[in-house]
């Protein structure tokens, strides 16, 4: 068993209005609250963020944002920050999600800055990667992952690679209900490992968590979870109800 402890993220993208954030996040706490074996964290849209940081206080539960722009302030409508973030207590945010890379031009060089600016802030960064289905039928799967990962952590250092979470993501598996199969996520993680081990060394890059995101929900998890290399997941569909989200959490903390 792998010394990682693992994590469950939930990714509400662009859902739930204030009142349902609310209802969600009080059964999520009821449920899992104190749970220690498995870190959670949940991603509510920013009308939600501080509401639902208030929630979550006095529990194990973390706040997370879904993005956040890489200055601190400025003329920049439409954006947040993130010295704004962790002011409201969040302690992780989404990066180079497949959404933002493809409806919002984020490029690697883009998606990098964040990173930066993230870890300068002590905001621990869910770095997205992962092939389109084109990319994965041409062949190009570690190529494109090796890229986006490379450009993502450029200038990263090793003290603060620990920090980082990364989410492999195969774009075709999000809300598609088709999920990978254990083999294409566990190559592609292991892959991951490898490029982690050439750029921080072998004692960093086993401390980094490497989550598996793409339509995963109770049924499928045990066994995705049990992979050497797959540290959690980040949930998008299944993180919208507290009795998936919860049950991910359950099966996250059972895996041996
Ligand atoms: C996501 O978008 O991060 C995601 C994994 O979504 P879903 O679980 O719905 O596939």
Redesign the pocket.
């Known amino acids: 068993m792998s010394s990682r402890k693992k994590l469950i993220a939930g ?1 509400w ?1 662009m859902n739930k209005t204030s009142a349902d954030a609310a209802a969600l996040v009080t059964d999520i706490v009821a449920a899992v609250g104190r749970q220690a074996d498995v870190d959670v964290v949940v991603c509510p849209p920013f009308t939600s963020l501080e509401s639902v940081g208030k929630a979550l206080d006095g529990s194990t539960v973390n706040l997370g944002a879904q993005n956040m722009h890489p200055e601190a302030s400025g003329a920049y409508t439409g954006e947040i920050s993130a010295p704004m973030l962790r002011a409201i207590f969040a302690t992780h945010v989404i990066l180079g ?1 497949s ?1 933002r890379r493809a409806y919002c031009g984020e490029t690697d060089a883009f998606v990098n800055k964040k990173v930066l600016a993230a870890l300068k802030n002590q905001l621990k960064p869910i770095l ?1 990667v992962g092939e389109t289905l084109a990319e994965r039928e041409a062949g190009a799967t570690l190529k494109v992952v090796q890229t986006q990962l490379e450009g993502g952590l450029e200038g990263v250092n090793k003290e603060q690679v620990a920090s980082i979470v990364i ?1 492999y ?1 195969p774009v075709w ?4 209900g088709k999920v990978a199969t254990t083999e294409q996520a566990q190559e592609v993680h292991a892959f991951i490992r490898g490029l982690l081990v050439k750029l921080f060394g072998e004692p960093m890059a086993q401390k980094v968590r490497i989550l598996y ?4 929900k109770p049924s499928n998890a045990p066994e995705l979870l049990a992979q050497k290399d797959i540290d959690g997941g ?5 993180s919208l109800e507290a009795r998936s989200f919860v049950e991910l959490v359950t099966v996250a903390a059972a895996v041996k």
């Not at 598996?173 to 598609?176: E, L, R, V, W």
């Not at 980040?234 to 299944?238: F, K, N, S, Y």
Request: glycine share 24%; hydrophobic share 35%; with cysteine.
């Open positions: 990714n993208k999600h959404e997205c989410a993501e598996a999000i809300g598609t995101g793409g339509s995963m980040l949930i998008g569909g299944a």
